[in-house]
């Protein structure tokens, strides 16, 4: 007669959720077809059917087969989460912009009348910077630069200049309002293989301008709508919405315009609360999570009726956090974010901070460009709070299984809103909801639909199950 | 398995040795640096 073990006999390790064992947290994604077990130290993931997943969770080969690969996850995660070093800057070379969108970052008066960085001091912070990253970088690695602001065409001479300067030390990008983008100024950045972000809220004038207008309160949707589409077929251009309550529920129309126009790449991003005038645009998080995925939606029925992908970014990189963490591109939604870490900005003046969120926040200024070494900037105090800020110290997110699929963004806002660094993502709900979405995503099949070509590329694959 | 099951679960992760071209910026998603230089043959 065959004996079974008993079961207080079984390896320590194989039990789940006590002692040493493994530990599984079970989501249930909206869906009838899966639901995920999840480990969230390693952010590993199953995704199962529901009569069958606590099977899977008390049976012996999930454990055992988990345990096996646990030290390869949690060290590709630790690599992401801590050990990359910085490669990219925001570059702010001017406070002004010639647009008032309520929604900036950067405080409204500087925006109005704030300082600018000449010619000479932008080719000499560039050449402090090449310098940085020629001594901690691989040999022959391009950092990013992206000229940013504010408007950075107003001082379109000193941008220019410190791209000619330092072409082929950087991959260089502008982030604009498109209005001072003209023929000369196109040719010039699609010369030098620059990419170009442009910013568009919305897909007709009336939704579009009613966040970023002038200061004499005038639209600007034509002119970049036209810059738009003599881009299309440049492969550095990028375009970027910020989502309010002001046209969250244009998303899906957004979605069919650019994808008329041919584009391929956008970010619809939720607006930050940095600032008071952000705070009052924030939308509400169901209606977010509504029409954000609606969007997504959206763009997969346009690739099934059309052959051609528009990847939005944002999502797409959570997709890559839960299938190749390693591999994601924006570093808001890991905790530490990648303020401080992987990237930081440098303002008009010379003043450093862990990300451009910070800009009108001078408590969070490491150095001056100009006065202090980056290596050391890097190491002060505003720094470390960001670069230390890590979901594991942070209720309710401690215990969170998203929590590596989220990293409770953003630091900059949380400050602005609660007067310190240790709480929760102000859209946390939302957040919740489009990792579900995006377990849903991967459950379909539909991985690929929604992410950019060739993801796969020079990636590793860690077998569990 | 200690019994059959009609479908496998889903688990997908792949790693990535990082190599500074995978880092992008959270306001500006840098064009695939790959394309970028097949386009400029950088």
Known sequence: MAVNAHPDLEPAA???????GPHFDVIH?????????????????????????????????????????ETELQRDLHTVR??????????????????????????????????DMSPARVTEALGLLADYFTATLPE???????????????????????????????????QTNATLLDREALAFLTSKGAGVGLSLD??????????????GGSGVFPRTVQVLEELADYPGLNVI?????????SLPALVDFLHERGIGNVLLNPVR??????????????????FFFAALDRTYQLLQQTGRKLVVGNFANLLLGLAAPGARRLMCDISPCGGGRCFFAVGAAGEVVPCSEFLGKPEFQGGNIFENPV??????????????????????????????????????????????????????????????????????????????DGWQQGLEQIAVL | MEKDRNIKPISIRYACAPNGDQVGLSHYLMADAAKDREAHGR
């Not at chain 1, 001017?94 to 969108?101: P, V």
């Not at chain 1, 022959?140 to 220019?160: I, M, N």
């Not at chain 1, 919305?202 to 200061?215: E, H, K, L």
């Not at chain 1, 919405?241 to 529920?249: I, P």
Request: a positive charge; aromatic letters at 10%; charged letters at 20%.
């Open chain 1, 202 to 215: 919305g897909p007709t004038s009336q939704v579009a301008d009613r966040t970023r207008r002038t200061w």
């Open chain 1, 273 to 290: 609360g940095t600032q008071p005038g952000g705070r009052a645009l924030m939308p509400d998080q169901e209606a977010l999570a509504h």
């Open chain 1, 29 to 69: 994604l909206g869906s009838r077809d899966h639901v995920a077990l999840v480990a969230p130290d390693t952010a590993f993931w199953a995704l199962l059917k529901p009569e069958e997943a606590l099977d899977y969770l008390l049976g012996r080969e999930l454990p055992r087969a988990y345990l096996a690969k």
């Open chain 1, 375 to 452: 290596a050391e900037i890097l190491q002060t105090r505003p720094f470390r709070e960001v670069t230390t800020r890590v979901v594991e110290h942070l209720t309710p997110c401690r215990r969170c299984a998203v929590r590596h699929f989220c990293g409770a963004p953003c630091p900059a806002e949380v400050h602005a809103i609660h007067g310190a660094l240790d709480a929760p993502a102000p859209y946390c709900r939302f957040y919740v909801d489009q990792a579900r979405y995006a377990f849903r995503v991967i459950a379909g099949g539909r991985l690929d639909a929604f992410l950019w």
């Open chain 1, 241 to 249: 919405a910020t989502v309010t309550s002001a046209n969250v529920e």
């Open chain 1, 14 to 20: 194989t039990r789940v959720n006590v002692g040493a």
């Open chain 1, 140 to 174: 022959g690695a391009r950092p990013q630069l992206v000229f940013h602001g504010a408007e950075p065409l107003l001082v379109r001479e000193a941008v220019f200049a410190g791209m000619e300067a330092f072409d082929g030390r950087f991959r260089f990008g502008v």
């Open chain 1, 82 to 115: 801590f050990g990359l070093l910085p490669s990219a800057v925001y570059f702010n070379p001017t406070e002004r912009c010639n647009l008032d969108c309520g929604y900036c970052y950067l405080p409204r008066q500087a925006r109005r009348t704030g300082r």
